[in-house]
């Protein structure tokens, strides 16, 4: 069976602008880490699923940074 993780790519801004970014894996409680070992693993039904809760549960995980779908390989791509 394929196991997918997510990863949010996100940016910080400061004053109206853009000041960094940087990645968070999203954990099984509903909460995004920084360590991609947190990260919850699952079938791609539960790893959509997980990302529409905390998309509505944060919706800033939304409109500050982007959600990827990560699929486990050799190591971890992202799904294209």
């Not at 993780?5 to 940087?22: F, L, M, P, Q, T």
Request: hydrophobic letters at 35%; charged letters at 25%; a positive charge.
């Amino acid at each position: 069976m394929k196991k997918y993780r997510a990863r949010w790519d996100h940016w910080y801004w400061h004053n109206g602008k853009k000041c960094g970014e940087g990645s968070s894996w999203l954990t099984d409680d509903q909460h995004v880490h920084f360590t991609p070992s947190e990260a919850a693993v699952g079938t791609l039904g539960e790893t959509v699923n997980r990302i529409a809760q905390m998309s509505l549960n944060e919706p800033g995980t939304v409109t500050n940074g982007v959600w990827v779908l990560e699929r486990k390989r050799k190591g971890w791509v992202a799904v294209q």
